[in-house]
């Protein structure tokens, strides 16, 4: 799947985060749920939350909901299988891809 420039930059600015890397290797080692991986990390499930986010949006992990034995709905977060390459021939094709920006139109740079 080809992908523009916008979506690219958004990928690589999904990963490129320490903290999203350490939760990212922490999802990859053993699916679990927020509340859990957020003491594991020593981070608050807000931050966290926050984190998944923007690694679901990029398509890095997925989330789903599970009912706890005592009524709780628990998200647990699952990586997803990626191959991330960054070389000339993918910001070429990238930017292939891309609309050509328009200087005169607002917004399209």
């Known amino acids: ?7 690219f930059s958004t990928r690589l600015t999904a990963i490129a985060s320490t903290q999203r890397m350490r939760i990212l290797a922490a999802v990859a080692a053993e699916t679990t749920h927020v509340s859990e991986l ?3 990390l020593q981070m608050s499930r807000a ?4 984190h998944l986010q923007r690694l679901e949006e990029a398509g890095f992990v997925t989330g789903r909901f599970e009912l706890s034995d005592d009524g709780k ?3 647990f977060f699952e990586p997803v299988p990626f191959d991330l390459r960054i070389d000339l021939g993918t910001i070429t094709a990238a930017v292939a891809a891309s609309p050509t920006p328009r ?3 607002p917004g399209s740079e």
């Open 73 to 75: 709905a628990l998200k």
């Open 47 to 50: 931050l966290l939350y926050m």
């Open 38 to 40: 957020a003491r594991r």
């Open 1 to 7: 799947m080809e992908q523009t420039v916008e979506q």
């Open 103 to 105: 200087p005169d139109l």
